[in-house]
């Protein structure tokens, strides 16, 4: 089972100056920076995924927070994405390089924004090794199997969509030579209707599956859905769970003989999570989770700029507490400083964070007694110092500070790097 990271444009700059938060003097965004698979061995993924949306705005599409330039788009044709995403030499060169879509972009409108004419020809110019059809995402998974008359119209025509588009996609891949691997992607309004899609995929001359629309799903329903398609379908041929959100539940998917899945999570709850943002093997086995210790930059933040715009509080004295704060995690670091010192200092800053939220007295008390027990947790057991990743070894202490995208990501690829060991420990227990 491997384990794709769904790109979103991530990387950090190797040389960051992390006592003076600046960029490298003359750093040049993406051609300077460094990807997680340059700066970290082992790889933290067995590939990448990376959605057409984001590459190409399609007409009438709202634009994707992520999203290549023209000028990025033309490189990638041209070169390659494999070149593009620095993902080759000896070590990656027969990794995994899956495109797709990206539907989630076009999902409000009538029809997928690309045909599959242009899509095909995406792929082949940007050499992927493998690509997923155009599909059209329906969210609604029925478990008690309604038939097609009990289902919306809207909704039967996205299933019908995704299969003429899937019948077309492979002609034309090969018609084309098959310069990538087809992967037909299966949709459907619950679990029998996604089987059937599947069974027609396979009739069509597709070895490769990817299941959509399992995003929103709980993880019995996903139980629900993958048990009878897997009956359904030849033993020989590969799933891929496209955007897999239950990442953490991976161990109890080992027995549908699923070849690939892709997720950000481990990267994006590094800062979009509440308190899970660094991970670490658990010796129970499983993962561990710690939250970060938050010190944004006053001059970043924009409630503490509002606060200070509204002389809540001055400029001067936050700066003096931030600073505070982060010399006392790095003393702390080195046992030159006292638990309960750093504690204070980190807590005393966040203070400033909560009161400028706006939220009522009693419930900003409440955040403030929960983040002194994470913070509490992440301090006494100093989880940075357990592991041996390259980018842990590399910055110490500031990749468990949540503070700047170059901290934030790093603390992401570490995530990739422990939840990837993860993954191939529990294939190797299942096997
Ligand atoms: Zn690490």
């Known amino acids: 089972m491997k384990f794709l990271y769904s790109d979103t444009q991530d990387y950090v700059d190797p040389e960051y100056d992390f006592i003076n938060d600046r960029n490298a003097p003359g750093r ?14 082992p790889t933290p993924y067995d590939g990448l995924l990376v959605a057409m949306s984001a590459v190409r705005q399609a007409p009438g599409v709202a634009k994707s927070k992520v999203r290549y330039s023209t000028a990025e788009e033309q490189r990638i044709l041209r070169d390659g994405i ?26 409000e409108h009538p029809k997928p924004a690309y ?15 493998h690509g997923v059809s155009p599909d059209h995402i329906i969210f609604d998974c029925n478990t008690g199997n309604p038939p097609r008359s009990q289902v919306a119209d809207a909704v039967i025509e996205r299933y019908e969509i995704t299969l003429s588009n899937a019948q077309e996609f492979i002609k034309l891949a090969k018609d084309e030579g098959e310069p990538f691997e087809p992967v037909g992607a299966v949709q459907g309004w619950s679990p029998k209707s996604i089987a059937e899609a599947a069974v027609q995929l396979e009739k069509m001359g597709y070895r490769y599956l990817a299941i959509g629309g399992l995003v929103p799903l709980k993880v019995e329903v996903i139980h629900q859905v993958l048990k009878p398609l897997r009956q359904a379908i030849k033993p020989e041929t590969n799933i891929h769970l496209l955007g897999f959100a239950k990442a953490d539940h991976i161990h109890e998917f080992t027995g549908y003989g699923i070849t690939s899945f892709d997720s950000t999570s ?18 129970k086995g499983g993962l561990e989770y710690y939250a970060a210790v938050r010190i944004p930059q006053a001059i970043e933040n924009t409630r503490l700029m509002q606060g200070i715009k509204r002389g809540i509080f001055s400029a001067e004295d936050l700066r003096k507490r931030e ?15 006292k638990f309960i010192t750093t504690l204070n200092a980190v807590m005393d800053y966040q203070r400033f964070l909560t009161i400028g939220n706006g939220e009522k007295a009693e419930q900003q008390e409440k955040d403030l007694q929960k983040m002194h027990k994470h913070v509490s947790r992440t301090l006494e057991e100093m989880p ?10 590399a910055v110490g202490v500031e990749v468990i500070i949540f503070r700047s995208s170059n901290r934030n990501r790093r603390r992401g690829f570490h995530n990739l790097g422990v939840y990837h060991k993860h993954v191939q420990q529990i294939l190797e227990k299942h096997s």
């Open 28 to 41: 040049q965004r993406y051609w300077d920076d460094m990807y997680a698979h340059e700066m970290m061995t």
């Open 82 to 107: 494999r070149k593009f995403l620095r993902f080759g030499g000896p070590k990656h060169k027969s990794a995994m390089l899956m495109g797709d879509c990206g539907a989630f972009a076009y999902v």
């Open 115 to 129: 045909s599959p004419e242009e899509v095909v020809e995406f792929y082949a110019d940007a050499d992927f090794t």
């Open 266 to 283: 481990p990267l994006i709850r590094a800062f979009k999570d509440e308190k899970q943002n660094y991970y670490l093997p658990s010796p």
């Open 323 to 337: 600073q505070k704060a982060l010399e006392a995690m790095r003393k702390y670091d080195i046992g030159k400083e």
């Open 384 to 393: 940075w110092k357990r592991c041996q990743c390259d980018v842990c070894k």
